[in-house]
């Protein structure tokens, strides 16, 4: 037994130096934690609080009229239900519009009268009837081109807006065969854009925007010819011209041609 507690006491006593030696690099551990920390310097102020950079001065609103970006500005828009704003003239006292000008009376077409259509040239009215139409009665005006051999039906209340109208005036025709003396007025474009320019004044069966077709294209002795498209053209325009002359003068198409030549060839 006594041997026994010896040998616990030395146990005992060895194992006090170790926990020691363990004890002693926690403790240093410790130390360097402790040193690695950032040490308050003592005498250092601390830093002032940021300002920040003061208001911009008040700008009163600028006066209406002025440019002044401040100044109110009427809203772009109206808002909606509300009436919109009506335009003001720019300048104090402008006159307003003139009223549109009333429209005369529709031309009233009668049985043998000869009348014109934009695309198709001069005819002859043969009649004028109703025709049921989705069960409704229409007046209608019948009109026949003899050269064309074709019968067209123009409504009474669309003669108007369709372009059908009556043989122009004798000082009307006058004024066409005058342009025929004039001195021609080709433009420097491309070929196919003055044609469709040339077609588009043939179709609108005015005599003088069909005269200046005519005195264009027209070519005199010692001049360049015609192209193919030119040619087609061009008579297509002393055709219309001629036929309108023939229906005022009561001649035959072929007189009235020689008649437009003529003041064609005095330029």
Do not use: C
Request: charged share 25%; net charge positive.
């Amino acid at each position: 037994m006594k041997q026994t507690a010896q040998a616990k006491t030395g146990e005992t006593a060895k194992s006090g130096p170790a926990t020691a030696q363990k004890s002693e690099p926690e403790a240093e551990t410790s130390a360097e934690i402790k040193v690695a920390k950032p040490e308050k310097k003592a005498g250092t102020a601390p830093l002032p609080p940021r300002q920040d950079s003061p208001p911009p001065p008040h700008r009163p609103p600028g006066r209406p009229g002025s440019g002044s970006s401040n100044a109110p500005r009427p809203p772009m828009f109206p808002p909606r239900g509300g009436p919109r704003p009506l335009p003001q003239d720019d300048e104090e006292g402008a006159s307003p519009p003139p009223p549109p000008r009333p429209k005369g009376p529709p031309p009233e077409f009668h049985p043998g009268d000869h009348v014109v259509y934009p695309t198709h040239g001069v005819g002859q009215v043969q009649g004028i009837e109703d025709m049921p139409v989705a069960g409704m009665s229409l007046k209608v005006i019948i009109v026949t081109f003899e050269e064309n051999r074709m019968t067209l039906r123009v409504p009474v209340n669309k003669a108007a807006s369709s372009g059908l109208r009556k043989l122009a005036t004798g000082d009307h025709m006058n004024e066409a065969l005058e342009v025929l003396r004039g001195r021609a007025r080709i433009k420097r474009t491309m070929w196919s854009r003055r044609a469709q320019e040339y077609e588009a004044k043939i179709n609108s069966g005015d005599p003088l925007a069909i005269a200046e077709v005519v005195r264009d294209l027209h070519r005199n002795a010692g001049q360049p010819d015609q192209s193919f498209s030119e040619r087609q053209i061009y008579e297509q325009a002393l055709d219309r011209l001629a036929a309108e002359l023939a229906a005022i003068d009561r001649t035959d198409k072929a007189a009235a041609s020689e008649k437009l030549l003529t003041f064609l060839k005095a330029v």
